[in-house]
């Protein structure tokens, strides 16, 4: 059985984050490469300020910038570290305060990536079952998770984690207008597992 942990990102830690950047790993799939860059550049500027956005439950750090340029507002949102010992992925809650409703331009509540070194563990998996409880108390009474239809390593660990899927739809023009699936997993019964 893997022994993960999710870990505030921490300047003790992130040295671990560095490396996987610098072996190409992506920690964001919507940004790709352009966004590790902008990490990287970050990190050598401001390494406290970079970790200090991570961990932004109020939603302080100003508007983001999606993928075709337009800035929308930040919601609030905590990113944990996925650790075994050393810095395995991230993942990533995000939550529309008094709602479980998410703005059209925010694809899901949870995202997710595991470094590729460390895919094919049940890495991706554990993260995701331990940030169920920070989202449920949080006030969420459900979180919703979208994929690609190709993905089947994340439909996996979301189906794993009570994951049903909704819809079949297409992702937002600031996205590429590309299909995809959203499921949702209701948190009383995640919690009860």
């Not at 550049?41 to 961990?55: E, H, K």
């Not at 995202?111 to 895919?119: D, E, L, M, S």
């Not at 992702?171 to 299909?179: D, L, Q, R, T």
Request: glycine share 12%.
């Amino acid at each position: 059985m893997i022994r993960v942990t999710l870990v505030r990102p921490s300047l003790d830690r992130l040295d671990g984050y560095l490396d996987a950047l610098r072996r190409g790993w992506l920690p964001d799939t919507v940004g790709g490469e352009a966004a590790a860059r902008e990490q990287r550049t970050w990190i050598a500027r401001d390494a406290a300020g970079f970790l200090a956005s991570l961990d932004d439950e109020e939603a302080r750090s100003g508007p983001i910038r999606l993928p075709d340029g337009s800035l929308v507002p930040r919601l609030p949102g905590m990113q944990r570290w996925i650790w075994d010992g050393a810095f395995c992925g991230r993942i990533g809650l995000r939550w529309q305060p008094g709602s479980t409703a998410l703005p059209p331009h925010v694809l899901g509540h949870v995202g997710y990536a595991v470094v590729p070194w460390k895919r094919g563990r049940g890495y991706a998996r554990a993260a995701l079952a331990l940030i169920l409880p920070e989202a449920q108390a949080r006030g969420l009474t459900h979180v919703e998770l979208t994929t690609e239809p190709d993905n089947l390593a994340s439909r996996r660990v979301i189906e794993a984690c009570g994951g049903r899927l909704v819809e079949h739809f297409r992702k937002p023009a600031a996205y590429g207008g590309v299909e995809a699936l959203r499921f949702r997993i209701p948190l009383a019964e995640a919690a009860g597992d």
